[in-house]
């Protein structure tokens, strides 16, 4: 070990999964992964035996956490739904619909903002040159970073919604129940 780490410290980002056994190592590969990949080349990511990462890709697979392309070769991905209803499930969990629906409120207020600010309904709709020569006193990489506020705020608030709904729905269930 050198001098500059130490057992307490994070993973360096070149091996950020040393340490790991092979199932994190494949997990977190498979976190990375943004398009359909071979478990040979999983496999060589994290050095360990492809029979070893189809293995764990079908585990994974069966829970939902990857999806599974069949071919020649058949090909693996991170499924995206699985950790957006992950997420629903924990907001929803985690807090009550009140709390839940006041983020619903904040996120709508801040979404409306930018909706006046920019006289559109959504970032796409907004040609950011010209906001920003609307709004001169904003450069460009403002309008950019109003964009990408406005646009997870959108994303935030449906999560949350979701989870409104889905708490309310389950404590109706547990009142009636």
Not at 53 to 74: E, M, N, Q
Not at 96 to 114: A, M
Not at 115 to 135: I, N, Q, S
Request: charged content about 35%; overall charge negative; some cysteine.
């Amino acid at each position: 070990m050198s001098n500059t780490e130490s057992g307490d410290s994070p993973p360096s980002f070149e091996d950020p999964f040393r340490g790991d056994d092979v199932e994190q190592r494949i997990y977190g590969t498979i976190l990375q992964t943004r398009e359909p990949t071979t478990a040979s080349d999983i496999a060589t990511r994290v050095e360990c035996d492809p029979k070893t990462a189809r293995k764990y890709l079908g585990w994974f697979t069966d829970l939902g956490i990857v999806t599974r392309y069949d071919g020649h070769p058949t090909t693996y991905e991170r499924n995206d739904a699985y950790f957006e209803w992950r997420r629903i499930n924990q907001l929803a969990a985690e807090h009550s619909v009140d709390t839940l629906q006041k983020r619903v409120r904040e996120l709508t207020e801040r979404i409306d903002e930018y909706e006046e600010t920019y006289d559109a309904t959504t970032p796409a709709a907004v040609d950011a040159v010209a906001a920003g020569e609307k709004h001169g006193d904003r450069t460009i990489d403002d309008i950019y970073s109003d964009f990408g506020d406005w646009t997870t705020a959108r994303e935030e608030r449906k999560r949350y919604e979701r989870a409104r709904q889905q708490r309310a729905s389950t404590e109706t269930e547990q009142a009636s129940g």
